[in-house]
């Protein structure tokens, strides 16, 4: 048998051959309604604040809908929050790369499991 593999995917979705939403991004508007801002977010993705403002921005354009709003500072400093948008985009679509991964290891059982590294070699 072949050692135990572990079937990975990973969806994203295009607007004019352009990324308009991965898994990745909206683990960032995730990051920005916990937070509570696109700077405490970009930390606490790793990543520099200009890509995750790039991101949202990219997201926003391409989909045609606002997702980020954003309050500016003053005396007890500005914010983001995601809007209902934002809330309904993430909602599906961490639904739909659910069923997605869950048929991966369906079909992965399917082809995979019980095949032999001699079945592979010949």
């Known amino acids: 048998m072949l050692p135990p593999l572990q079937p990975r995917v990973n969806i994203w979705f295009e607007v004019d051959n352009k990324v308009a939403i991965s898994l990745w991004r909206v683990r960032l508007l995730q990051a920005v309604g916990r937070t509570g801002s696109i700077s405490a977010a970009a930390v606490a993705m790793g990543v520099q604040y200009k890509l995750a403002w790039q991101r949202i921005h ?33 909602e599906h679509f961490l639904a739909m790369a659910d069923v997605v991964d869950k048929q991966a ?17 010949l």
């Open 105 to 121: 290891h369906v079909e992965y059982r399917r082809h995979f499991g019980g095949l032999t590294k001699k079945e592979v070699s």
């Open 58 to 90: 990219e997201m926003e354009e391409r989909l045609g809908l606002s997702l980020v709003a954003a309050t500016v500072g003053g005396r007890g400093g500005g914010g983001s929050t995601l809007t209902p948008a934002a809330h309904t985009l993430i």
